[in-house]
Every structure is written in C-alpha cells, then in structure tokens.
C-alpha cells in the first residue's frame, strides 16, 4: 500500500503523549513515507522514534531530531502540538502567554526555514489562537494553516449518542463553531439524530430543554472531563483528529468535522476559529455556517471571546496591532 | 469500509498506556465493530472510551466495562495488556509471581465465562509465562492462544537498520526464538540485508564480530533502552504488533514475525515461546524452525530457562506440576 505522499511531514512535539501519538497515528494511516520527529527533549523523542520501529513500520524513512533546522528543512506537512499541556485545574487561557510565544517562534522558524511548505497544522492550545500567531509570523497564505477545532463537535456527536442510546454515527453533522474553548458556540439545527432534525426534538421529552442545556455543559467540559477521569489531558483524540485533517490536505479521505481556519470577511475579522471548512489538496476553503438566529448570536460571541484574548496577546506584545498584520503577512490583507 | 469481524473484541488493560492504545489502533484497523474495554479501574477506563468517541470512530459499538463478566461475556477475540508494567530496574522475571496469578485467574475466567472464544493474545509480562498459564486454565486449544514476541525480531531489523544505513524495509527475515527475555535466541542466518545473507556479512569489515555482538545486545536490552529514552516501558509497540496478530486470526494481512506459542513436540515440550508460527482464520499454527547449529543450541539453552521460569512457577503453586496439566486442559495432551 502506497503512502499519500513523499513529501516530508515533520510532527513536532513528537515525544509528547500527542506527538508520540501522531508518529504512530501518521504510520498507520499512511500519510507520508518520509515523516521526521521534533523535540527539544531529545531522550524520549529517540525512544519514541525507537517505538516506531519496533512496530515494524519498515517501508517508511522515520527520522528524528532536537535540532529545529534540520527538522523543517525541505518540510511539506508540519502538525505541532510543541506547546505546554493543560493539567488539571487551568484554563486554556492560562496557557495563552507561554504558548503563544511557542507559536510566535513557530512560525518565523517556518518563514525562514520551510517557506515552502505546504500545510502546517497547529494543535497545542489555545489552539485558536496559538494558530493565528504561527499564521502572523509564518508568512503562509491562510489556506495553508489550519487548527484543530473538530473535537467538540464529536463531543456534541459522543454525548447525543449516549443520551439517545444510539450509534453515534447515526448522529450526524454535529457542529460546534468559534472557539475551542468555554465560549464555544454548540449549533442545534445542524446535527440529526436518526435522520430526524435534533431541533425538533429539543423541548421535547426525548431531550428536555434542561437536559439539553446539562448535554451543552457536558460537551464544553469535554476535556476537563478527560482529566478527571484519566488524570491526564487528552491525547489520543487531538492526535488522530489533527492527522485525519492532514490526511483530507493531502489528497486522502474528506475531514467530516469543523477546522480552526483564518477568518476575515467583513462579519469575522483578523481571526483563526471554528468554521465550516473544505480541506483539500488546496487547502482550506471556509464554508457558509447555517445556523438559527440565535446560533449566529452565540457565534459572535464566541468571536468576541476570542478577539478577546487576540487582543491580549496583543497587549503582551507577542504580536503586534491588528492594523500592522498585513505587513508581517502580506496574505492576511 | 468494514470490520474485520463484528465478534466481540476484548481489551483487557484498557485503562492502561497499551491498552489505550489498543483501542485507538484496533478502531485504526477496522478490526471489530464490536469492542468492549475492560479494566478493574474504572475512572480512566472510562476516559479512555471518551477519548474513542470523541476521534469520532462512531461506527463502532465501543463499550466499557469494570465487570469481568459483562466484559467476557460472548467474547469472540481477547488481548491482554491486563498485568503489572515493568518499571526501571525490574527484571521481566520480578514481575513473574504477580502477573502469574493474573494469568491464572484470566484463564479461568475465559473458562467459565466465554469458552467458545476464537483466540486470545496474551502480551503481559512475562508474556511466555503469562499466555502459557492463561492457556492452561482456560482450556483452550493451543492454537487458540498466542502470546507477543515479535517486538524482538522488529528490534533486530532495527538495529540492523541503524548499523547499515538502509531503509529498514531492506532487512528482510528477522528472527529471534525462544523465551522473550534476556535469554532470547537471536538468529543470524535467517536475515538478509538487501538480499545479502547476514551471516554473510558477519565478521567481515562490514559487521564485525564484536559489532553484531554489540548489536545483539541491543536488541535484548532493547526494552530497556526505551525505559530509559522515555522514562516508561513501550506501549506503542507491543500495542500494535499484538494486534497484528489478532488482525490476521481475524482473517487479515498475514503477521510477519514470530509469535509466542505452545510447542510440544517432543523436543520443546508444555512450554510457550516465540516459534516460526502461521496465524490464519483457524489460529496458530507452529512451523519450523531453521536456523545453523549453533542457534539451533542457543534456543535450546532459551527453551530451558523458559522452563526454569515454569518451574518456578509450579513451585509457587499458582500451577500444578507438569504431569497432571492434560487433566487440567485435555487440549495439552
């Protein structure tokens, strides 16, 4: 079986419980046969490569480094969960100074080193933002970046599923947009149970408006709900999600969920968030978001939020003014 | 694209590093549509079966369970992660009296709660021991049950890999024997390196004779190595090369390595080890060994500290004497 391209896929972060994950992850789908590692932490990032190996991965050139230059020379995929973890008991935007930095570094790294690349793919959190940073100072066209944002959208999928005791695939197009945080914005009118509109059965006694709104929380918590139970952030499913992704960029099977894009269209300005998007071997391409009334409202707020922190990220000075944006990065004018 | 099977999966472990990963590979490779997790805690058991829904594998009755009943209870397939994990300093033989009494109770279970199970993989520690044990109590057919040992050979491959430079997809035949621990027979001259004989190879300027030494050892400390590199033992590896095996019992790709198994053939006898061994549809299936004279001398020596380890294990009585084993599963015979 053939590998979807030949083209290098760096993973950074690779000996991280995500990145090690990826390695792994990208192998078995078969992404690329030339994927290269990145740590800083050089020890468990030769374990993780040693792992690969012992799988029996044979017909792919897996390479590892701590060196950042070698890493992204001549790469064509990156996907980087390379920031600090959310433990237990921090918000996402605690992380937001230290890992914006990361994605500020990222990105001028991707600029001078790989100016080529084709898509980079960026996942550490807060994701949203942390995309847009590496965006501003990479230089790439937005197309070309992309966020992972899909998660709370199989959350919304995960907890119809267990509410109406069915398969989850018979719960379909669940969508979550804006942020992949607290602020999220969970659509109703989207998502089908059964083939029935899950609106119509909101306020109903199959799915009461109390326990829609506890379904909604529940969702939101997804991820501190991993915590609690594992007694370690999630890794399995921003690993997988985020290569399915890649996998849609590089000519495979079609993304199914909602992708963390550049927004910048009159309504949403100067923003990486959640929004129906194609991935193609061009990239991303935004999509019209249907919704109610009242779910375009939660939408803007949820872009609020985030221009929100934007602005404070701002404010620390790890970028600069909005209005100054187009002259770091010409392709966000 | 469909399931292998849709027979009822077991991962016992599944809260654990392989286990989890288990249940992300076995959804990964379209295995069963019909996976249950079993683990005695509960809490991250559960966060593990979030983790799979929120990848969105929604196509799969996933489930989990802390109830060894509910968990076995029609069970087609069983993979067994489910004993101590080896930490830093500790033998694979410290962990032999703990994981022995699991295996036993295991093999009960199976016996009492899903006797037309198909096949069971058994991979924790010593997993020769372990998976031999379980075979005994469970009375199953020899065929029926397979033990991880493959992960020696894909290290050789490896090493070799690393010392000739070449893709390791180009170092074809890679075989050790025997028992899975520092005793293990590694073959020489069933390997090819780029179609060249190793023993070739062997003691010319290209390998040297203290350079295959060295490499050997790599390859027994190999797990070591990875405790070392990563400050845990490897659970990606074993992860996914056990359920290979189960993918080709499965009626899958054919399993490429060798595979822990019951030999009783008057000159191995009532002893699990890594054999030459065809797994298909109707399960395991020994095949010869060949190997040169002197290795042929190495996994004898193997074979009998293997049962060294057995003996011990009588002696601790969690089984009985050899002599009396075909009362207690007529399928020994």
Partial sequence: MNYLTDGKLVIAG?????????????MMMRLSSNVCLYDPIAAPLEGVAEEMYHCGFDDANITFTSDIKEALRGAQYIVSSGGAARSAGM???????????????????IRSLCPDVKHVVVIFNPA????????????????????????????????????????????TNCRTYGGHGEQMAVFASTAKVDGKPLTELIGTSALTH????????????????????RGRSSFQSPS????????????GDAFRWPVGTWVNNGRFSNIVMAMETRLTRQGAEVQEVVGTAEEQKELEQSYRHLCDLRDEVVKMGVVPPVAEWSRLNPNLG
Wanted: charged share 20%.
């Fill in 91 to 109: 918000t996402r935007e605690d992380l937001l100074k230290g890992n914006a930095e990361i994605a500020a570094q990222l990105g001028k790294d």
């Fill in 14 to 26: 690779a000996a991280g419980m995500i990145g090690s994950n990826m390695a792994q992850t990208a």
């Fill in 210 to 229: 109390e326990e829609w709104a506890a379904l909604k929380e529940r969702v939101i918590q997804g991820g501190k709900n991993i915590i609690n139970l």
């Fill in 128 to 171: 949203d933002i942390t995309g847009l940073i590496t965006l501003l100072y990479s230089g790439l066209r937005p197309s070309q970046l992309t966020t992972l944002a899909g998660l709370d959208s199989t959350r919304l999928q995960s907890e119809l599923g267990k509410h109406f005791k069915v398969l989850r695939s018979h719960i």
């Fill in 240 to 251: 997988y999600l985020s290569l399915e992704m890649l996998r849609a960029v590089m000519g």
